[in-house]
């Protein structure tokens, strides 16, 4: 976003655990223990008014219902109850971000730095917490605070739903301090039948009918307090029914505890049982599978994707000392029964790619396992399955990419005898987990869209808001008559030049960058890059192998970055064919009624010229979608400046208005009463239902946008900005829409840290995946003495805990628009993620002078490994031709060009062998399917400068070698991949051994 940045970092999540209520710090990211010690680059400021601003109080700088209070060790304190949820925040001074703020630093989440990461705070249940910052020590902790009464905390065990038994949970009610909960009650009307359950603290309550209801509920800790009125919301009755034979529907009916259900099932007799995830069911319905004499179901249901999962298996039931049902399964698992997702995972419909798995144990005596894929009885096409160890037995696994056509294959168990087993099956193409196929493995360009190219000179800004500058003159320069168009500038919005010029009051580090007058002008720079520019580069991109493209913001804004939204019905008139008046005539006629909206000159250009010359290159376009804020110039927003609480946007925002009704101030993401107004939210998090409904009809025009049901003439998806600034439950709904318009739709987030919660099919598809960027970087150069093993680890980390249709799809970038570039990140070590890299205020002794050329040099490590790797890799402009700057404002320098060169400044100038050098790796890509739909495996070699790992899809084995070391590395298949097989060069960056800052890739070719 622009300068003033508050955003998602990668963070330490602090969780609640029962039963001694402890807050404790999980790390989602690697500690980084080789950075800076902030610890010792002085206190945060000790004067002024300390606040916390986060997502709990919708980024409220100045509301003292969470100020800290001064304590007499010289820490500040806060203490209240926390509701359950998922939070981030910061602390703030005097109640404005440019007073100072502090978040966290990305490895340790207890200390802090400005301007920080935001700050996680999850909690799993209502507690009182103590927060408490330590400005000398630059560190903050969180406790639980005492309480004067007990306070009831009631959890539903079961499904509520009329007519059966739901239990309700008092255990973790938080008593005083010093005494313990041993009595509860609850009472309620007579619709309710209300009865103690198995353990003190539970009560079991069966409705009649659905509906709300309230129940008075109280918990005893020494006295009876006041009871706590609890609102219970009971769904409709259900059945949920299995097909076995196709000829009997058996019922299933809930045991008293409610997580499980069992059946008889009437061929046979035997008791089937049931596991049963989450029963709040929203739809039911009904599966038929075809049965094995005596074969039994698991049943695993997600109310969010409305989806069934069923896995055949043998169990027997018991009943615990509560008579409750507790199942288990028994036997050895079948080897491979591809009805079970951990058998057989979907990962792709088009092409067709699964991932299968078969298990055997130490007694089995098997030495290989093979798939053939085919549908005939024909030789077929063979795949290995490669075994490794697995809960005490083996898993044999292999990626399978089937012919569209031919979803038929036969494992082939070899015993240690020499016996050959047969067993034929079909595929079952139903991923667990449907993200878009077309963004498995794809290449995704950042395009900046102010600063890629400028097409058409016609819509060139201009105005007393903007200084237009040349294409390739000198960034840093800042000539007389640009000084002096900013003094106009200043004075003409009713200010004094003087009071905002930075080398007569400085605004960054002591006689450093900061006070720099360059920072004065820079951000009212306009060059002109448009959507045309873009569209007459495009072949650049397709030589780049690019299969996508995301957008920053598109959308009608004053600003160069667009996060300032004024319209989201029309794309920013600089960026299309310049025609204010038809624009205006368009714009006249407009409500909040999507059938009154036109289409501007600037919408017809990206729908009817730039998307279709995309889709004719194979390219995907995606733009940047900003929903928790807009800008001043916000049309509602103008409104409401107008007509104050005679608007009819009034209630959009978080507003103070006068006794006249006139807009005192309100809400902003840069701080109170800032230049980006936050959109209101429900206290759950949802947007406003007026605000949601204008978002949910912005988001089908930009999908479909003639509106007749067929979404190819629109984007392909979308990239959204902050989104954890807004509530889940929105996100769940507005993901519903995006489906609903285009099924094929890709919906990634700006998440720094791990996004794991989010992609579980409901919100979002992927994320800007800065855990594997940032491992990458900091083993490369920024983390000195990080190992080859460690890199390992900490991709692990990033990708394990998500399912394969994730994987492929994550966005795997190591610099964007919020970040200084690769080269300047190698070029500047011991540093945090994105921590302390803008000279002019927070990183005084950032080096953002041109980096060294050995940093070029092992950027090229890093482009190989984008490419090789898992995953979907997203180049930021310019990488290709080694642009290098710090972060904003000099990562968002105008693209260099060749035909443009040279450029004004001799430090920025063009690497040609680079550009070959992205060709070359990710031309590798576009042809090698392995390595965009592959399995991956990491591959120990032993050294702490050289990585290594394979990618396997059927029968094809690639193996990546990278070295960072200084010294050359001879590559041997023996002794890298323990088998006997030889090695064929697919690509090596110099003949022989690997030599230093080189990387090549191998075929496996089994002996």
């Known amino acids: 976003m622009n300068n003033l940045r508050c955003r998602c970092f990668p963070f330490a999540a602090p969780r609640w655990r029962q039963p001694v209520l402890l807050l404790f710090l999980i790390a989602m990211t690697a500690s980084i223990s080789c950075g800076q010690d902030m610890d010792t680059v002085g206190p945060l400021p000790t004067d002024g008014v300390w606040r916390m601003a986060g997502t709990f109080n919708n980024w409220n700088t100045s509301d003292d219902a969470y100020r800290l209070i001064p304590n007499d060790d010289g820490t500040l304190s806060l203490q209240r109850l926390f509701d359950a949820g998922r939070y981030e925040f910061k602390f703030v001074r005097n109640g404005a971000w440019d007073q100072g703020h502090a978040g966290a630093v990305g490895g340790d989440p207890s200390r802090l730095i400005q301007p920080g990461t935001n700050i996680p705070l999850i909690v799993d249940h209502p507690l009182p917490l103590r927060i408490t910052l330590d400005p000398r020590r630059r560190r903050w902790t969180c406790e639980t605070a005492p309480v004067d009464h007990a306070v009831p905390i009631v959890q539903y065990a079961t499904p509520q739903l009329a007519g059966r038994p739901i239990l309700v949970d008092l255990a973790r009610s938080i008593p005083r301090l010093g005494h313990t909960i041993t009595k509860s009650r609850v009472t309620g009307p007579n619709t309710i039948t209300i009865k103690p359950g198995p353990e003190p603290m539970q009560w079991l309550i069966t409705t009649q009918w659905p509906g709300g209801f309230d129940l008075a509920v109280t918990v005893f800790d020494g006295d009876w307090p006041e009871p706590t009125t609890i609102r219970l919301q009971v769904e409709r009755s259900f059945q949920l029914m299995i097909d076995y ?413 006068g006794d006249d009704g006139s807009l005192r101030s309100w809400a902003a993401w840069d701080g109170a009463s800032g230049w980006l107004p936050d959109l209101r939210e429900t206290p759950e998090g949802n947007l406003v239902e007026q605000v949601k409904q204008h978002v949910f009809d ?161 950027s090229r490590v890093a482009v190989a490994f984008q490419a090789m790797y898992l995953g979907a890799p997203m180049i930021y402009f310019g990488e290709e031709y080694g642009m290098w700057g710090a972060d904003d404002p000099a990562n968002r320098k105008p693209m260099t060009w060749p035909d443009l060169m040279p450029f004004d400044s001799s430090d920025e100038r063009i690497l040609p062998d680079l550009l070959a050098y992205y060709q070359t790796w990710f031309g590798l890509r576009t042809g090698e399917p392995a390595l965009r739909y592959g399995r991956l495996t990491h591959v120990d070699t032993g050294l702490p400068r050289v990585f290594a790992f394979t990618r396997q899809l059927n029968e094809d084995v690639l193996l990546v070698v990278l070295n960072a070391g200084d010294r050359p590395y001879h590559v041997d298949a023996a002794v890298l991949l323990g088998l006997p097989a030889s090695l064929e060069p697919v690509h090596v960056d110099n003949d022989g051994d690997l030599g230093s800052l080189n990387s090549g890739v191998w075929r496996m070719i089994r002996n």
């Open 698 to 858: 912005i988001t089908r025009r930009w999908h479909d946008p003639n509106g007749d049901g067929d979404p190819s003439d629109g984007i392909d998806g979308w990239r959204l900005d902050v989104p954890s600034m807004i509530g889940d439950q929105f996100w769940i709904e507005w993901r519903r829409v995006v489906k609903s318009v285009n099924p094929d739709a890709y919906i990634t987030a700006e998440i720094w840290y791990d996004a794991t919660p989010w992609l579980s099919g409901d919100m979002f598809d992927a994320q800007m995946h800065y855990p594997f960027g940032s491992a990458v970087v900091d083993w490369l150069a920024v983390r000195p003495g990080m190992t080859a093993h460690q890199l390992s680890d900490r991709l692990d980390r990033a990708f394990d805990d998500d399912p394969p249709a994730t994987q492929l799809i994550q966005q795997n970038l190591y610099n964007s628009h919020d970040t200084d570039r690769l080269a300047s990140q190698l070029f500047n070590p011991g540093r945090e993620f994105d921590a302390a890299n803008r000279p002019q205020d927070n990183g005084p002794n950032y080096n953002g002078s041109r980096p060294s050329d050995r940093c070029f040099e092992l």
């Open 245 to 657: 034979d196709a000829s009997s529907v058996i019922p299933m009916e809930l045991t008293p505890d409610g997580t499980h259900a069992a059946v008889t099932d009437p061929l046979d007799g035997p008791r089937h049982a049931f596991n049963v995830r989450d029963q709040c069911f929203e739809k039911i319905g009904r599966l038929a599978y075809p049965v094995a004499d005596g074969e039994q179901f698991a049943v695993f249901y997600d109310p969010r994707l409305e989806r069934i999962d069923v896995r055949p298996g043998r169990f027997v039931t018991n009943t615990d000392e509560h008579g409750r049902l507790v199942i288990r399964e028994i036997g050895v698992p079948v080897l491979h029964d591809p009805r079970r997702r951990d058998h057989l995972e979907a990962i792709a419909e088009d092409p067709p790619i699964v991932d299968l798995h078969a298990f055997t144990t130490a007694d089995d005596d098997v030495t290989a396992i093979t798939a053939v894929l085919g549908n005939s009885d024909g030789p077929g096409r063979r795949v290995p399955l490669t075994p490794e160890q697995w809960r005490g037995g083996t898993r044999w696994t292999a990626r399978v990419m089937f012919e569209p056509a031919l979803t038929r294959y036969e494992l082939q168990v070899t015993g240690a005898d020499g016996s050959t087993a047969r067993n034929r099956y079909d595929v079952q193409l139903v991923p667990f987990i449907e993200t878009p196929d077309w963004a498995k493995g794809a290449t995704w360009y950042q395009i900046f869209p102010e600063r890629f190219a400028n097409g058409d000179s016609e819509n060139d800004p201009s105005g007393i808001g903007v200084y237009f500058k040349p294409w390739g003159s000198d960034h840093r320069a800042v000539p007389d008559e640009e000084f002096v168009a900013w003094q106009e500038r200043v004075r003409h919005f009713g200010d004094d030049p003087d009071l905002w010029d930075r080398q007569v009051v400085g605004r960054g580090p002591q006689d450093g960058p900061g006070r720099d007058r360059l920072y004065n002008v820079i951000w009212d720079r306009r060059y002109g890059g448009d959507l045309q520019g873009v569209l007459e580069h495009l072949d650049h991109l397709v030589s780049l192998g690019v299969t996508a493209i995301y957008f920053n913001p598109v959308f009608d804004a004053p600003s160069l970055h667009k996060y300032d939204t004024a319209d989201y019905r029309h794309i920013d008139p600089h960026f299309g064919p310049w025609d204010p008046e038809g624009d205006a005539a368009i714009r006249a006629k407009e409500t909040l009624d999507p059938k009154t909206w036109g289409f501007t000159a600037a919408d017809r250009y990206f729908i009817d010229v730039f998307l279709p010359a995309c889709k004719e290159r194979g390219i995907h376009v995606i733009v940047d979608g900003v929903f928790n804020h807009v800008g001043r110039e916000f049309f509602a927003f103008r409104d409401v400046q107008a007509n104050g609480t005679d608007s009819p946007y009034a209630d959009w925002f978080v507003a103070e208005f």
